[in-house]
């Protein structure tokens, strides 16, 4: 009974194909944020979270303003369009998006319809900064603005 049991999982786990794995520096970044955002959920009072707030903030300045991000992985969110501009968003994890604006015209939107939401993609650009309107939002979801310079699905 035991090999039988072992025998089936053996065939199920062959027909599944594993998630694209994130890049060390990706993996690295996307824990450290929801970290910040678990631990700033599960305070008690006001002062304990502004502690995590101006420590996370300062992990974005020196760790993602500016920053590479070369082949990262994530989960295409949405692609929205209105009034003439596109805009595509990819989740990291529960709590970390990254998030793009184009013109509707652009040629890089041509790559965008081609993809399908909730699919797996690898892309690559520049995190120009962290777009949230309070602390609270940029600690618990922080939301960076990417300039894509490629896309494409898993």
Not at 3 to 20: E, F, H, M, R
Not at 95 to 118: M, N, S
Not at 119 to 143: K, W
């Amino acid at each position: 009974m035991r090999l039988s049991i072992i025998a089936v999982a053996l065939v199920l786990l062959a027909g599944c194909t594993p998630a694209p794995q994130m890049p060390a520096d990706e993996h690295e970044i996307v824990r450290k944020l929801d970290d910040f955002s678990a631990k700033y959920e599960q305070t008690q009072n006001g002062v304990q979270q502004d502690a995590i707030a101006v420590s996370q903030a300062k992990f974005i300045k020196s760790h993602m303003v500016g920053r590479v991000a070369r082949n990262w992985v994530g989960t295409l969110k949405s692609i929205d369009s209105m009034f003439g501009t596109v805009f595509v968003k990819i989740t990291l994890s529960d709590a970390v998006t990254v998030e793009q604006q184009f013109d509707q015209k652009a040629p890089f939107v041509k790559k965008l319809a081609a993809l399908r939401v909730g699919s797996t993609v690898r892309f690559s650009g520049q995190i120009t900064h962290e777009g949230s309107l309070t602390s609270s939002g940029r600690t618990e979801n922080p939301e960076f603005y990417i300039k894509l310079a490629s896309i494409r699905e898993q």
